[in-house]
Nanobody, 126 residues
């Protein structure tokens, strides 16, 4: 069983920054591909960013490209999402997800992931 625990959400003004963290349990974290998704009220859960198991390939939604950065620290079993230049449209619950097989051909879809965190709220005020 894999547990994912997100942290770092909060309230920030437009133009500000936040860094989300996702701590993963399990000895095989290094083999997982990891992703971040978000869900705003009344909307579908949408892809934000993903990183392959090696950390060598990164994927971003067009809406966050150039503003958000995904990274991982294998020693800490943690994946991060650095969010800069935040705007009110970024307001959502952010979820961390793990592809335990680490080989999904499309990390942009929620169906690639086996485990999900409980989510952390990010609110951006105008």
């Amino acid at each position: 069983q894999v547990q994912l625990v997100e942290s770092g959400g909060g309230l920030v003004q437009a133009g500000g920054s936040l860094r989300l963290s996702c701590a993963a349990s399990g000895r095989t974290f290094n083999g997982y591909a990891m992703g971040w998704f978000r869900q705003a009220p009344g909307k579908e859960r949408e892809f934000v960013a993903a990183i392959n198991w090696r950390g060598s390939t990164l994927y971003y939604a067009d809406s966050v490209k150039g503003r958000f950065t995904i990274s991982r620290d294998h020693a800490k079993n943690t994946v991060y999402l650095q969010m800069n230049s935040l705007n009110p449209e970024d307001t959502a619950v952010y979820y961390c997800a793990a592809d335990a097989g680490g080989r999904s051909p499309n990390l942009r879809t929620k169906w690639a992931y086996d485990y999900w965190g409980q989510g952390t709220q990010v609110t951006v005020s105008s």
